[in-house]
């Protein structure tokens, strides 16, 4: 028999998988992967009844012009720099591919969101974690080790802002620091903000404004409109270089589905002008500040995030793979986060995109498995 390719290594289940399947197979409530437990808002779904047998075959590899261009609006960009992919994963796996290979490195976050590591390795370069530091006061970037971490093999840097698993929102001034680094080194950024819009402070401020010249911003319709199965996301490129990311897309998936582009496209000035995502954060503050007063209450320590829809907080003990079993919550371990050996004692990542009977009955498990 032929040997598997040495790339087949890196084709383990995601740990977000992981907890829904074991979620599922023993009846736990689901503060695990990050999908909002409710339907996509009506404009959405009425946008695609009404492009039903309208827009059924392929679009042109960079998206739907209808759709580039509500993008463009909407982010303040030119259409021609917008890039439409199959989620915010195809998005970054496309920018893997069109920015770094073998021998390059690649600068993240660490904890870092559970994709950057095996795309960047599926290209044949190096992922090299920045310490993301947990004090008493919540994360904080560490910006020091951000420029001690460049070597001359580093080609990127990858931003998650708001940052998927701690919730944490760059400040101004850490994005300039960032943008400073990328400049003196000659450094891409990738800026995945898919959660741009979910913020309970004051707003991220896009990287792209910043550095215009050397970021792509990656962004998804599944995180903005509450349909995270629709898989349509896009990338912003600095003018002038987005056909390479565009031209990489085509030979993974040619395009994204035609119908959910359109409808997308039509819902986009929807939410803009009802505000849906001026609700959204008031919903999902609310839940927010539910889930942390109760996992307080029952003595872990919280990490209030600026944005995202999720938490983390320190149960220390706690053993996310047996709570799922045993105690009918899952949530994701902190160590899926990190390079072995580096997550802090007890680190768990709570997502409150879930109805709030739901976080109710979750506390309600916690309390009972914690004072068991
Ligand atoms: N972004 C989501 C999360 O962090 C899940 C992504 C996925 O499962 N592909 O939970």
Redesign the pocket.
């Known amino acids: 028999m032929p040997t598997l390719h040495a790339r087949s290594a890196l084709a383990a289940e995601?740990i977000?998988?992981v907890m829904s399947r074991l979620a599922v197979q023993h009846g736990a409530v689901n503060l695990?992967?990050?999908?909002p437990a409710g339907a996509p808002p009506d404009f959405l779904l009425d946008a695609l009844r009404a492009g039903a047998g309208v827009t059924d075959q392929y679009t042109a590899p960079a998206g739907l012009p209808a759709l580039r261009e509500a993008l463009a609006a909407d982010l303040g960009v030119r259409s021609e720099q917008v890039s439409v992919t199959c989620g915010a994963?195809e998005a970054l796996h496309a920018l893997a591919d069109a920015l770094y290979g073998p021998g390059d490195e690649v600068l993240m976050f660490e904890p870092v969101?559970?994709?950057y590591r095996p795309q960047a390795q599926l290209s044949g370069a190096r992922p090299v974690p920045v310490p993301m530091t947990l004090t008493r006061d919540g994360w904080s970037p560490d910006l020091d080790a951000l420029e001690r971490l460049v070597t001359p093999r580093t080609r990127a840097l990858l931003v998650n802002n708001p940052h998927?698993?701690t919730g944490h929102v760059f400040t101004p001034q850490e994005l300039a620091r960032l943008v400073d680094v990328a400049r003196t080194h000659d450094l891409w950024i990738v800026a995945d903000e898919?959660y741009d819009e979910l913020y309970f402070a004051g707003p991220p401020t896009p990287l792209r404004t910043l550095a215009p010249e050397r970021t792509f911003t990656v962004g998804s319709a599944g995180?903005r409109l509450e349909a995270?199965g629709w898989r349509v996301g896009w990338v912003v490129s600095p003018v002038g270089v987005s056909p390479g990311v565009s031209g990489l897309h085509q030979w993974a998936t040619f395009c994204a589905p035609a119908p959910l582009q359109a409808a997308v496209a039509a819902a986009l000035p929807v939410a803009r002008a009802r505000d849906f995502y001026g609700e959204l954060r008031a919903a999902y503050g609310a839940r927010m500040r539910l889930l942390a007063s109760g996992l307080r209450a029952l003595g872990l320590e919280v990490q209030v995030p600026g944005g995202t829809y999720?938490l983390t907080a320190l149960a220390p003990g706690v053993d996310a793979r047996r709570l799922v079993e045993e105690g009918g919550v899952a949530v994701?371990p902190g160590d899926a986060f990190y390079a072995q050996g580096a997550a802090p004692e007890g680190l768990v990542r709570l997502?409150f995109c879930k109805p709030q009977e739901e976080i109710l009955r979750a506390l309600e498990r916690l309390e009972a498995y914690l004072g068991a």
């Not at 695990?32 to 999908?35: H, I, L, N, R, T």
Request: proline content about 5%; overall charge neutral; hydrophobic content about 40%.
């Open positions: 995601s977000f998988s695990g992967q990050g999908f994963t969101f559970d994709v998927n698993p898919v995180k995270t999720f994701i997502a």
